[in-house]
């Protein structure tokens, strides 16, 4: 079984300031890591993912996450954050091996709060 | 990138009644569907997964007669809520992985159900 824990319910910071949003996981075999975030009343929408090769992983608007196997993390993180990043931040973790079909096991999530 | 359709956003009906949503890949094809819940400002917990041609598989403590899932075609599967109660009330949230590429999910924008 797998499981993802993400410390902090709640992040808030001043527009600008950098941010991490912290994720552990624990799982007994192989693991795919994923980020999404969820603005008010919408889907999911994938921010990052780690599937294979470099642990460093970067999304188009600026965040990035490292995938650490020996702390078994997936934290993400922002140099400098703007308003418009409000919103919840879920980590994820599905079977790399192909097992449970993929099946992604989702953290509590963390709600980013930007303020001016 | 890849884009799935979730229909209706919100619905309202009264205790009893039935309801369908609808979960549609549409430019790519999903041997398999998933369906989540998710309660507010909480995670998503996974109820289903849809297979196309085949009975869906059901979580742990979720009805099957309750949330009746169809997956009709290679780009469509649907969740009805029979005799919806107020309890069922809830966003519902479906994702996709596109066929040969099962470690990536795309999520719906979701269903908000309220049940009066």
């Known amino acids: 079984a797998q499981s993802v824990t993400q410390l902090d319910s709640q992040v808030p910071v001043f527009e600008e300031a950098p941010v991490e949003l912290r994720c552990n996981y624990s799982?007994?075999?192989?693991?795919?890591l994923f980020w999404y975030v969820q603005y008010p009343n919408q889907g999911l929408q994938l921010l990052l993912k780690?599937?294979?090769?470099?642990?460093l992983v970067e999304s188009i608007n600026g965040f990035e996450a490292e995938f650490n196997k020996s702390q078994t993390s997936f934290h993400l993180r922002k140099p400098s954050v703007h308003i418009s990043d409000t919103a919840e931040y879920f980590c994820?973790?599905?079977?790399?091996?192909?097992?449970?079909?993929?099946?992604?096991?989702f953290g509590k999530g963390t709600l980013l709060t930007v303020n001016p | 990138g890849a884009v799935v359709s979730q229909h209706p956003s919100r619905v309202i009906c009264k205790s009893g009644t039935s309801v369908k949503i609808e979960c549609r890949s549409l430019d790519f094809q999903a041997t398999t569907m998933f369906w989540y819940r998710q309660f507010p400002k909480q995670s998503l917990m996974l109820m289903a997964t849809s297979n196309e041609g085949s009975k869906a598989t059901y979580e742990q403590g979720v009805e099957k007669d309750k949330f009746l899932i169809n997956h009709a075609s290679l780009t469509l599967s649907t969740l009805t809520v029979t005799s919806a109660h107020p309890e069922d009330s809830s966003f519902y949230i479906c994702s996709a992985p596109p066929r040969g590429l099962r470690n990536i999910q795309y999520f719906g924008a979701g269903t908000r159900l309220s049940v009066l």
């Open positions: 799982s007994s075999v192989s693991v795919y």
């Open positions: 780690y599937l294979s090769g470099s642990t």
């Open positions: 994820a973790v599905s079977d790399g091996s192909g097992g449970s079909n993929y099946k992604l096991t």
